[in-house]
């Protein structure tokens, strides 16, 4: 007979039959997960996720452009005849989010699953999101990130109950909780919490995100309890990113992730950004911006500076540029760019080697 959480995997693999397990995730990465990322890792037998958009306006476009481009992968295409139902995901920081758009593009493209994170106003914020989309598209299913146990228990007894929670751990690039536990505790505490003593079949399956690059890290959280893996750093390496090439050049050419990514505002600020919720921050890799601000540079020389090496594109990023780049702390671990559905392949083939050879421990 099945584990508990081989038959909540079955279960998740189920609601998205191209997809293989383990299931490999592509993180919603702001802009730079467009629908060529997501349909690479999609089409290679993962899921694929689109970012929120430099506006919530750009949802409709790049749904519009997914919809045209899954005509290249038959197993995809076949799905969403089938289906009515969109073969990738759509992540909203719903802080920034507009419901009102989200739900009128929704309704019209049914992607298979919406990630929900970064919530201003809590569960209840999440609860009305997650009902709004279920009324316009009753096949996508709910996915929420979540940074605590506290978190995961209240979006598991919530009348809106997640279907998936994401178990994001401290390790994670972009934007997260200032305050966190890494995933390898994280995640089986949340296991315990929401699932422990519950009949398989109403099992939530958690899929860990958070310093997870490659097969190692990966099949250390499926022995955790986790049903898949979600990256976002690895893929920033994928050829399918919408990413300047300046900013991936610093993600292959970082190393020793702890030491030089740091959990700050300062990016989002000197990006305009300023309207986080509190007790939110973002992990990124250290440049000439945060040394500057380190020796105390006043902010407003600062952004000057920012906007200066905004202009010399592909030069404005590295070690010594200034822009923003978001990475976790597993950034040393990413050490080529490849293609996205190649990456998905590696690691799911490399999480089946890992958990084989702990067997014979």
Not at 112 to 125: D, I, M, N, T, Y
Not at 199 to 226: C, F, K, S, T
Not at 230 to 246: K, S
Request: proline letters at 4%; aromatic letters at 6%; glycine letters at 12%.
């Amino acid at each position: 007979m099945a584990s508990p959480i081989q038959q909540t995997i079955a279960r998740l693999i189920s609601h998205y039959p191209w997809a293989t397990s383990p299931l490999v995730v592509g993180a919603p990465m702001k802009v730079i997960a467009g629908p060529s990322l997501a349909i690479a890792v999609s089409s290679a037998g993962g899921l694929g996720f689109i970012g929120p958009g430099a506006s919530p306006s750009d949802l409709e476009s790049s749904l519009s452009l997914t919809s045209q481009l899954i005509s290249s992968s038959p197993s995809l295409s076949r799905f969403a005849q089938e289906t009515g139902t969109l073969p990738i995901g759509v992540g909203f920081q719903t802080w920034a989010g507009d419901l009102r758009v989200a739900t009128q593009v929704l309704g019209k493209f049914k992607p298979c699953a919406v990630w929900l994170f970064a919530p201003r106003h809590g569960q209840k914020e999440l609860d009305e999101w997650s009902r709004k989309i279920r009324e316009v598209s009753r096949g996508t299913k709910i996915w929420v990130q979540v940074p605590s146990v506290a978190d995961a228990v209240a979006a598991a007894k919530s009348e809106e109950r997640a279907d998936v929670l994401v178990v994001q751990g401290a390790d994670a690039g972009g934007h997260s909780r200032s305050k966190g536990a890494g995933v390898i505790t994280l995640l089986p505490e949340v296991y315990d919490a929401v699932n422990d003593g519950v009949e398989p079949e109403n099992q939530i399956p958690l899929i860990a995100a958070g310093g997870i690059i490659e097969q190692r890290g990966a099949g250390a959280a499926m022995v955790l309890g986790a049903a898949g893996v979600a990256m976002g750093t690895r893929f920033l390496a994928g050829r399918e990113a919408t990413i300047n090439r300046g900013y991936q050049r610093h993600i292959v050419d970082a190393s020793d992730g702890g030491q030089n990514t740091v959990r700050t505002q300062l990016y989002n600020w000197l990006r305009g950004e300023r309207n986080w919720p509190a007790g939110w921050d973002a992990r990124g890799l250290v440049n000439e911006s945060w040394r500057d601000h380190d020796k105390g540079v006043e902010f407003e020389r600062n952004r000057e500076l920012y906007a200066e090496a905004g202009k010399k594109g592909e030069e404005g990023w590295g070690e010594r540029g200034r822009m923003a780049t978001y990475a976790g702390t597993g950034v040393g671990l990413v050490r080529e760019v490849k293609g996205a559905g190649e990456i998905v392949s590696e690691v799911r083939d490399g999480i089946r080697k890992v958990i084989r050879a702990s067997n014979k421990l």
